[in-house]
């Protein structure tokens, strides 16, 4: 089993960045970010894949997030510029075994190894 562990979280305002890390026991074939505000449902931000590096992001952070890895140490990076109000959250990191194609892998019902989040404040 992949243990995600995430670090980085943290308080910015409006406009600031912030980069998450998130380093896994085992290699996984597809890592994800995904975050949740209170009151509202898991959503994907950002997926990675082991095999050749593609990645798919949420509408909501499209140019305005990175998500990027190093296969070598098993970690994943979110990498958050133009911080928003609306981008406050807990952040978790996901990892899978499988590869998991397209725009489906912003999905949370597609990974079962969870980290224990991270919280992302922005101020305006």
């Known amino acids: 089993q992949v243990q995600p562990v995430e670090s980085g979280g943290g308080s910015v305002q409006a406009g600031g960045s912030l980069r998450l890390s998130c380093a896994t026991s085992q290699y996984a074939r597809t890592m994800a970010w995904f975050r949740q505000a209170p009151g509202k449902e898991r959503e994907g931000v950002a997926v990675i894949r082991a095999d050749g590096g593609s990645t798919e992001y949420g509408d909501s952070v499209k140019g305005r997030f990175t998500i990027s890895q190093d296969s070598a140490t098993n970690t994943v990076w979110l990498q958050m510029n133009s911080l928003e109000p609306a981008d406050a959250a807990m952040y978790y990191c996901?990892?899978?075994?499988?590869?998991?194609?397209?725009?489906?892998?912003?999905?949370?019902?597609?990974?079962?190894?969870w980290g224990q989040g991270t919280q992302v404040t922005v101020s305006s």
């Open positions: 996901a990892a899978s075994p499988f590869f998991i194609a397209g725009s489906q892998s912003l999905l949370p019902k597609w990974y079962n190894d």
